[in-house]
């Protein structure tokens, strides 16, 4: 019965013991020197890989034995050289699928994170329509655009938080004339939003 809530919400093939989970925290820290807690959880709930309590046993004892510091002031976790070593030596323990998994959800979302502190875009209800609102870095590059849907201006918002420089790239070249200056947007398939 302890089993079944251990593991509640875990996809198959995910780690089935406290060990498993604290391999796969410390291979990720590996990968990823420093992250949030937030960070750590929400890439392991996208594949549901782990339950959160799971987790938040994992990350404590990680940190009573010496393989992850708890940095306070930045609320966040970093592996120490113990951990960096558990992982090395521990991880083909764990199918190849779900460490990758893993690592690449929280490498996505700590890009994430790292776009939305350069760029702003807002959208606001207005005039029988949207206005969404855009900032590349600052003053760098600031402009709205309207739209008759809200879907719409969705849209155009994942666009440019997904490839703000190509689009700052684009106007440039636009209001430059040297459009050889462009090259190719980011893949669909690296969309971070």
Same mark, same amino acid.
């Given at each position: ?11 198959? =093939? ?42 938040? +046993? ?20 970093? *592996? ?28 996505? *979302? ?9 760029? %702003? ?13 855009? +900032?590349?870095? =600052? ?27 190509? *689009?700052?790239?684009? %106007? ?15 893949? +669909? ?5």
């Amino acid at each position: 019965m302890d089993r079944e809530i251990f593991a509640a919400g875990v996809a198959p =093939g995910g780690p089935a013991t406290l060990t498993e989970v604290k391999i796969l925290c410390c291979h990720m820290l590996a990968e990823t020197p420093e992250m949030s807690f937030e960070v750590i959880h929400e890439a392991l709930r996208e594949h549901r890989l782990v339950n959160y309590f799971e987790l938040i +046993s994992a990350l404590s004892q990680l940190c009573d034995t010496g393989h992850l510091t708890l940095l306070i002031d930045l609320e966040s976790y970093r *592996i120490t050289d113990i951990g960096r070593a558990a992982a090395q030596e521990l991880s083909s323990h764990l199918p190849y699928a779900v460490l990758e998994k893993a690592v690449t959800a929280a490498q996505k *979302i700590l890009k994430r994170q790292k776009r939305l502190q350069e760029v %702003v875009a807002d959208i606001r209800a207005e005039n029988a329509g949207y206005v969404l609102t855009m +900032s590349l870095e =600052g003053e760098l590059m600031s402009f709205s655009v309207f739209t008759p849907t809200q879907d719409e201006c969705e849209r155009l918002r994942r666009r440019f938080l997904n490839d703000p420089v190509y *689009i700052y790239k684009c %106007v440039m070249a636009l209001l430059s004339g040297r459009r050889d200056i462009l090259g190719e947007p980011i893949p +669909s398939g690296e969309d971070l939003f």
